[in-house]
């Protein structure tokens, strides 16, 4: 079966993408990067806010018109059809398969009754396989669902309640990704702070880092979205002390009013978080701290907007992603239709505050200037070398533009000094190479290796020579061995 894999939303879906990848190329599936020479085509879908549903519907439709050439069927999987498969069935019935996230374990079959898919092969390729170019930036979530019970979010709603995945079975995912050239390692979750806490054995997410210290030789881990009460002293000093584990975290806060975060049903409150980012700043050094807050919450004044923007001039946070507020079905927060802020109005809070951080950025940005930082080369673009500091998590941050002498391969970590600023992103020019990429022929016989493993996409070779790599178990429903 020749398939067409189309990932859409979060860094999240795309771990999921990958699996199911893996998955079906047990079975003989191929993946095609023309569409048009599928045989099946496959949506993960997004459902997250308004745009994220649109695109999703949208991409169903233009996928759906290659079924008059020869597509045999189009899948709409995920978020979004977990949430409104009652909607979505009738509404486009050039789909032919609906799958949502708690019966995502019966395409498989489903596929096969149909003459689509072949039996499992004894050659698997593993748990997960790259979907995109850039393999040496992958992730690795290490739980599934949400136990908090924010008032706009759905997530819980679609993915169930906070489940940790084992540690053997993510290690032995891990290494598959070293195996495949990955050079940093983003961890994500609902709440990374919440791994482990069901095992009521004090495993946590100190010790999942521990082990991948111990276990793997990948350079970069990066910590992607963890609340704040989360951030435990034997956590931050972990982050600390280890090189490897990158002092850069992504603690979303939502809001600094103490009235919106209650309607919010957030835990946190504005004098625990500035105790706490202060806390933070004084354990970490050089720590980048990334939020994420939402404007235009229901019942949202003027006067609690003011506070949010003086919170953020006060603490000055290196990242920062807005949005404004989109009502997600089925939660608290769709229910407060007498408290909505206007549209227009939302839109209007939205470019302040993004306004107030480009300030805040550019003046973070030019202190930069002139200090000399380990850069990860990512990829040649419209001519110029982009590249990313320990400081610049991927897609969502700005860029190092990379100058110098030499040629640098994407995926090798060099050492470069900033010449310049703006807004977002720096320029530097690279001083040295500090560690080769795995696929070069300077990475020597384990960068072969890991060449060899990305290009077969094989889950049985190891980037350590002194580590075999155990084959791990996953049900595509998100059941991990453990």
């Known amino acids: 079966m020749k398939l067409g894999l189309v990932s859409l939303g979060c860094d999240k879906n795309t771990v999921d993408s990958e699996r199911l990848f893996a998955a079906l190329a047990g079975h003989g599936a191929e993946r095609v990067t023309d569409l048009e020479t599928a045989d099946v085509i496959v949506v993960n879908t997004c459902g ?7 695109e999703s519907i949208e991409t169903l439709l233009d996928v759906a018109r290659l079924k008059r050439g020869g597509v045999r069927a189009v899948v709409a999987l995920g978020c979004l059809v977990e949430q409104y498969r009652d909607e979505l069935e009738p509404a486009l019935p050039e789909v032919d398969l609906f799958v949502g996230l708690r019966d995502v374990d019966t395409l498989i079959p489903t596929l096969q009754d149909r003459g689509l898919l072949g039996p499992r092969l004894e050659d698997h390729p593993g748990v997960r396989l790259p979907i995109a170019d850039r393999r040496h930036v992958r992730y690795l979530k290490v739980s599934e669902g949400c136990d908090h019970g924010c ?32 050079v940093e390692l983003n961890l994500v979750a609902q709440d990374l702070a919440f791994y482990g806490r069901e095992f009521r054995d004090g495993t946590g997410l100190d010790t999942l880092l521990q082990r991948l210290l111990d276990e793997t030789d990948i350079p970069w881990f990066r910590l992607l979205y963890i609340y704040s009460a989360g951030l435990r002293p034997s956590l931050v000093e972990l982050i600390a002390a280890e090189d490897r584990i990158l002092p850069y975290i992504d603690m979303p806060i939502q809001h600094a009013s103490d009235a919106v975060l209650h309607r919010m049903r957030r835990p946190e409150r504005r004098a625990a978080l500035v105790e706490r980012i202060d806390g933070l700043r004084s354990a970490i050094p050089d720590l980048v701290l990334r939020t994420t807050v939402l ?13 949010l923007l003086d919170f953020m001039e006060d603490v000055e946070f290196d990242r920062l992603g807005a949005f404004a507020f ?30 107030v951080q480009r300030a805040i950025s550019a003046r973070r940005m030019e202190r930069e200037i002139g200090r000399i930082h380990e850069v990860l080369v990512d990829r040649l673009e419209d001519g110029r070398l982009i590249g990313r500091t320990r400081g610049q998590a991927d897609d969502v941050d ?6 110098g002498d030499g040629e640098w391969v994407p995926g090798a970590l060099v050492e470069a000094r900033i010449s310049a600023a703006s807004d977002y992103d720096l320029e530097a020019d690279v001083l040295r190479e500090r560690r080769a990429a795995p696929w070069s022929a300077k990475a020597g016989d384990d960068g072969a290796r890991a060449y060899a493993g990305a290009r077969a996409y094989a889950g049985g070779v190891s980037t350590s020579a002194r580590r075999p790599l155990p084959m791990a178990t996953i049900g595509l429903d998100g059941s991990w061995g453990r």
């Open 326 to 355: 989109s009502p997600q079905e089925g939660t608290r927060a769709a229910a407060m239709e007498d408290l909505y802020v206007p549209d227009d109005v939302r839109q209007a809070r939205l470019e302040e505050t993004l306004e």
């Open 295 to 307: 404007v235009g919450f229901p019942g949202e004044t003027e006067e609690e907007f003011r506070s």
């Open 151 to 182: 008032a706009f979010c759905a997530i819980p709603l679609w993915r169930g309640k906070h489940r940790s995945f084992g540690l053997d079975a993510l290690l032995a995912e891990a290494r598959q990704l070293e195996a495949q050239g990955t």
């Open 398 to 403: 700005g860029v190092t533009v990379l100058g």
């Open 48 to 54: 997250f806010i308004d745009a994220a549903k649109e």
